[in-house]
């Protein structure tokens, strides 16, 4: 019951964040096709011309591994990172350097993912007098503007999250990484949008039907793989969890076994073990109660031998499917990014 119902939670917690998510990329992001006009409406104090030419030409020194990244995957976008500071005295705003955070399904995807791998900051040191703003901060959403004229090629589309939807973003991505299963969730949903986004163009660019259906079930062979190994990952840490807490039941029943009455200690081991009722209720003892316990922990120790048996089996079968994978991507261009964020 408390399994079901904390894994309820996380379904729900990660649909909010998911259904938010697609909003934020899809109502709440401005777009321009025409990065001057972008610029000018995220910088737009005449004295930061020199920070407008900065993140042009940064941009512009991207346009080619942009240009591949899209053309292999256009439902996916990059996500650049453009601080503020305000000058206390004088209002003045300064814009850092633009940063680049990362390509990926969505920008909560991508910025979560950039708070787990810190780098190295380009950022100058800022003068005591200079406040962050998140109200001057934006995001930058570069994607594939695609419609049926430009069904092959790559037009950028620059999506502009500002002001208030660039805090609540801050927020959102915080709320991901303080989640280690709806973080797994969202690494998951990104793993499948980017490998169905590169099987869209191969499926363009294969000339031989047949090949690749071949591929295309190799795919899906690797994502089963790679998904009872997540299944079977989720319940090792759970049994591991699971014989953590009665452990720490059993020494409670070693301490306190003849100080509290059976029924005091029955609650307690109820409460804080997953361990069924029925077993606690049939202990007529405290020694009838620890043999529960004790049986439970060596049914769970059991447990874990055989799903990291099973893991170690499922392994050495993913290993060939991604060198399969990795040398049919190879061999068909794919690019080394959207390879490495397939097959990690």
Partial sequence: MKKTLTLALIL???????????????????????????????????????????????????????????KWNSNSGALYRVKARIHMMSGAVEYSPIENLGFGSSPLFVLAKSYNEPGVTNEPNPSVMMRPSQAKSFYIWITNKRNFLNRRGVVFNYGLIDQYFYKDLNVQALSVVSNIDVQRSFEFNNKISIINGVFETLEIEMNDAEAFNNFYALKNKYLEQTEKIDQLTI???????????????????????????????????????????????????????????????KKLDNNTVLIRNKLDAHRVELIK???????????????????????H
Avoid: H, W, Y
């Fill in 12 to 70: 729900v917690f990660t649909l909010c964040i998911t259904q938010t998510s697609f909003a934020q990329t899809r109502r709440d992001v401005r777009t321009f096709t025409n990065f001057n006009r972008f610029l000018k409406r995220a910088i737009p104090q005449i004295e930061n011309a020199q920070a407008r030419r900065s993140a042009f030409s940064s941009i512009e020194g991207e346009k080619d591994r942009l240009q591949e990244l899209l």
């Fill in 235 to 297: 319940d090792l840490e759970n049994d591991l969890s699971e014989i953590q807490r009665a452990s720490k039941a059993q020494n409670t029943l070693n301490t306190m076994g003849n100080i509290l009455s059976l029924a005091n200690l029955s609650l307690q081991i109820a409460a804080a073990t997953n361990i069924n009722q029925e077993e606690i209720d049939g202990a007529t003892s405290v020694k009838d109660l620890k043999l529960v316990v004790e049986r439970t922990i």
């Fill in 321 to 343: 499917s991604q060198d399969q994978l990795k040398a049919k991507f190879q061999e068909n261009d794919v690019p080394a990014k959207l390879i490495i964020d397939i097959l």
